[in-house]
């Protein structure tokens, strides 16, 4: 009877019945796993869809995207007291034509203003420096979630 012989090294159980080393295996190996390593690259770094539903995300803090009536509510809700943006029609008010309206005939009725990015510099920078309070947020979404979006009635200070 043979006896088999179990080697508890990989140096010796790499080597097979004549002796011979299996490098030729190994590298063979170490071309698959270099080539799945750049396929994975290559997927993660070129494709990012995921299906016909794929939509591009949309930036949380996107101010410049908000319509003129969301900004001038955000400068009423947190008193920035920051004059209302400047819509083309006031765009219009202000050049030649526009000079021999009443607007610029009574300055008084002028409220000027500032263009829409510039409210919505103010109004993200505001943003960003409000303190976050976890427990109120956390109590506001809470009940908005169980009352239908009505607003909290309980303030904590």
Request: glycine share 6%.
């Amino acid at each position: 009877m043979a006896r088999h012989k179990e080697s508890a090294s990989e140096s010796e159980s790499a080597r097979g019945s004549s002796g011979v080393t299996t490098a030729i295996k190994g590298g063979a190996r170490a071309k698959t796993q270099a080539a799945l390593a750049a396929q994975q690259q290559y997927l993660t770094k070129h494709i990012n869809s995921n299906g016909p539903h794929d939509q591009p995300k949309v930036a949380p803090l996107d101010f410049d995207h908000l319509s003129d009536d969301q900004l001038a509510t955000y400068n009423e809700r947190y008193q920035l007291g920051l004059p209302p943006a400047v819509s083309v029609s006031e765009d219009v008010l202000s050049s030649e034509i526009g000079k021999k309206t009443q607007y610029k005939r009574h300055p008084s009725r002028w409220s000027g203003g500032i263009s829409k990015p510039e409210l919505a510099a103010h109004c993200k920078n505001h943003f960003n420096q409000l303190p976050v309070k976890e427990n109120e947020i956390i109590t506001s979404f809470l009940y908005k979630v169980k009352h239908q979006d009505q607003d909290f009635k309980l303030t904590f200070k």
